[in-house]
């Protein structure tokens, strides 16, 4: 039998143990392991080295896994030209033992290739992860799935895999990581990566992860959620993640066109946050007029006739969520 590697497969064996044992690890401070960890060296000439580091530096699981997502997130840069290429990995396997044994294997290889390079697409993130979860006495999973990251993904279901991510055993519960996402982004008007710490993929909630990750095997969404439920989302941005607010509406992504007024809702912004949107067929932000209930924020947004496209939402002049206007 020859199975294809476009993205890792999902490790059956581990899907009923995570299931019953699922939890966001408690927030936790982590300056203490970043600032460590930025001390460490930019390059290393193989996993084992710096696996050997970190597990001279800390002792906990979840100070590991934190070392671990760290290094990974400020080292290794996307590979664009990786990810234009599109390859993929063939090769034979003699039944289950044998598949894992291989797929094995083909992690290492992949983790030890993007230590050297500082470079890899989903992947290597992902498998480098993975292989120094090993080396320092973490269990581990990749997790296959869809990302939702494009303004026309909003209202359509999720299609063939196209990203893959970790979940990490800690204390005996399984957390969700995302290293390629806590790296940076690929910025749309250059198109070039944007290296950018952002440490809300690290052992994200659940409900939070959701918001733009649908795993290959539902069920490890850890949360009672379908294909229908993802596609209606509004589009979330990386900023949103690692904020300390949250939009209670609107829920769904499509805005309907025969309504002409939106009503939002954001709980817990500060006094100093700024809120604005903009429609994709206008050149011009619009700032609206905030009532306070509470910890909650509220506004409207007016829809025209003439509105066709999206509405993004921006606070501090960064967007945080898009909406598609019409169906």
Not at 48 to 53: E, F, G, I, M, R
Not at 106 to 131: D, E, M, P, V
Not at 183 to 211: E, H, I, M, Q, R
Not at 304 to 321: E, H, I, Y
Request: aromatic share 12%; hydrophobic share 40%; proline share 4%.
């Amino acid at each position: 039998m020859t199975m294809k590697k476009g993205l890792p497969m999902l490790y059956r064996t581990f899907t009923a143990i995570i299931l019953l044992f699922f939890q966001a690890v408690a927030a936790q401070d982590y300056s203490d392991v970043d600032s460590i960890v930025m001390r460490y060296p930019s390059g290393f000439s193989s996993t084992q080295k710096l696996a050997d580091k970190i597990n001279d530096d800390f002792s906990g699981e979840a100070e590991k896994a934190r070392a671990i997502y760290t290094w990974i997130a400020l080292n290794i840069r996307y590979d664009l030209a990786a990810m234009r290429n599109g390859d993929q990995v063939a090769f034979r396997y003699r039944g289950e033992a044998d598949r894992m044994e291989k797929e094995k294997a083909f992690r290492i290889s992949l983790a030890q290739k993007t230590i050297r390079s500082n470079k890899g697409i989903c992947q290597n993130y992902a498998a480098l992860f993975h292989n120094l979860c090993d080396m320092t006495g973490l269990k581990c999973l990749d997790i296959p799935g869809a990302a939702k990251t494009n303004l026309t993904q909003i209202g359509k279901l999720p299609q063939k895999n196209d990203h893959v991510w970790n979940a990490v055993n800690i204390g005996d519960s399984w957390n969700l990581v995302d290293v390629t996402w806590g790296a940076g982004s690929v910025d749309a008007n250059t198109g070039k990566f944007k290296p950018n710490f952002n440490d809300g993929f690290f052992c994200t909630p659940p409900t939070l992860f959701f918001l733009n990750h649908f795993p290959e095997d539902a069920r490890l969404s850890m949360l009672d959620k379908t294909p229908e439920d993802f596609a209606e989302l509004p589009l979330y941005y990386g900023e949103y993640v690692d904020s300390d607010y949250e939009i209670l509406s609107p829920e769904k992504g499509l805005l309907p066109t025969k309504t002409k007024t939106v009503p939002f809702r954001i709980s817990d912004l500060s006094e100093n946050d700024n809120i604005s949107y903009t429609f994709s067929n206008q050149n011009r932000i619009i700032a609206p007029q905030l009532k306070r209930n509470g910890n909650v924020s509220e506004f409207e947004v007016n829809i025209g006739a003439a509105d066709r496209g999206f509405l993004t939402l921006f606070v501090n002049n960064r967007s945080v969520a898009a909406y598609k206007i019409g169906n």
